[in-house]
Nanobody, 123 residues
Framework: QVQLVESGGGLVQAGGSLRLSCAVS????????MGWFRQAPGKEREFVAA????????YYADSVKGRFTISGDNAKNTVYLQMNTLKPEDTAVYYC????????????????WGQGTQVTVSS
């Protein structure tokens, strides 16, 4: 069993930055493909970024490429999402997820999910 706990969300002005953290327990996250998703009110949950720590590969949605960076700290069993140049359309609940397929972008490809952390970007 894998437990994921997100933190770091909050309210920020447009153009600002936030760093989300996802603490992984139960298994080392290097065994999994770790992803970040987000869900805005009335919308479906969408892929944001993923990392395959053992292979060093990262993947991003086009909407965040160049602004967001996913990384991991193996010693701390924690995955991060650094979000820069935030826009109001980035407002959503952000979820951390763990799955087995490298580079997965669909929600059904992830087996474990955190509870989510709210990110609100004001204009």
């Amino acid at each position: 069993q894998v437990q994921l706990v997100e933190s770091g969300g909050g309210l920020v002005q447009a153009g600002g930055s936030l760093r989300l953290s996802c603490a992984v327990s139960g298994r080392t996250f290097s065994s999994y493909n770790m992803g970040w998703f987000r869900q805005a009110p009335g919308k479906e949950r969408e892929f944001v970024a993923a990392i395959n720590w053992s292979g060093g590969y990262t993947y991003y949605a086009d909407s965040v490429k160049g602004r967001f960076t996913i990384s991991g700290d193996n010693a701390k069993n924690t995955v991060y999402l650094q979000m820069n140049t935030l826009k109001p359309e980035d407002t959503a609940v952000y979820y951390c997820a763990a799955g087995k397929r490298i580079g997965a972008r669909a929600t059904f490809e992830y087996d474990y999910w955190g509870q989510g952390t709210q990110v609100t970007v004001s204009s």
